[in-house]
T-cell receptor, first 114, second 116 residues
Framework: AQKVTQAQTEISVVEKEDVTLDCVYE???????LFWYKQPPSGELVFLIR??????QNEISGRYSWNFQKSTSSFNFTITASQVVDSAVYFC???????????FGQGTELSVKP | DSGVTQTPKHLITATGQRVTLRCSPR?????VYWYQQSLDQGLQFLIQ???????AKGNILERFSAQQFPDLHSELNLSSLELGDSALYFC???????????????FGPGTRLTVL
């Protein structure tokens, strides 16, 4: 079975703090794909990053960085110097090799206070 | 703006009714996916179409059906609506590389369905 767990339901930080959102996944597929999406209060789902299972290189994009570790089945997301505009629900998702469906975690609601 | 459009944005209807949600994928994308987001179930995959053919099915109720038309737009039909069908319904599309399996899904703004 495939599963994504985001243990942190809600996180509250003050602006300029760094924050890490955890994501742990389960799959038996040897090839799989991991994603992060952002859902701001307006409701749309915004794609942030995709990582293939055969590429463990970490990635940085501005204030965002992602740490992919196959050994611990984790794909964590760090926001550096958080801003109020980062307030949103963040979803980690997994796609296996057998089909196109995404399996989402329950989401982490991030609140950044000024 | 992801390039995926969904109409209507909001829909309010009564139990027992039937509604149709419409989705237009990004230009060039052949795959369309439907997801349901509810408070108790979270984000759940419903169904995928690729170039007009059904490709994968999730936990989609028998009261729900979908299709993808030759112009690649898709419709999700929900019938005999129940209170529990109230949710945000997302459509997503992905480009044709790899037969629609491995590529990133871009989501539309969603249709918020309220069943009273």
């Amino acid at each position: 079975a495939q599963k994504v767990t985001q243990a942190q339901t809600e996180i509250s930080v003050v602006e300029k703090e760094d924050v890490t959102l955890d994501c742990v996944y389960e799959t038996r597929d040897t090839t799989y794909y991991l994603f992060w999406y952002k859902q701001p209060p307006s409701g749309e789902l915004v794609f942030l990053i995709r990582r293939n299972s055969f590429d463990e290189q970490n990635e940085i994009s501005g204030r965002y960085s992602w740490n992919f570790q196959k050994s611990t089945s984790s794909f964590n997301f760090t926001i550096t110097a958080s801003q109020v505009v980062d307030s949103a629900v963040y979803f980690c998702a997994l796609r296996g090799n057998q089909g196109g469906k995404l399996i989402f975690g329950q989401g982490t609601e991030l609140s950044v206070k000024p | 703006d992801s390039g995926v459009t969904q109409t209507p944005k909001h829909l309010i209807t009564a139990t027992g009714q039937r509604v149709t949600l419409r989705c237009s994928p990004r230009s060039g994308d052949l795959s369309v996916y439907w997801y349901q987001q509810s408070l108790d179930q979270g984000l759940q995959f419903l169904i995928q179409y690729y170039n007009g053919e059904e490709r994968a099915k999730g936990n989609i109720l028998e009261r729900f059906s979908a299709q993808q038309f030759p112009d690649l737009h898709s419709e999700l039909n929900l019938s005999s609506l129940e209170l529990g069908d109230s949710a945000l319904y997302f459509c997503a599309s992905s480009p044709p590389n790899g037969g629609g399996r491995a590529d990133t899904q871009y989501f539309g703004p969603g249709t918020r369905l309220t069943v009273l």
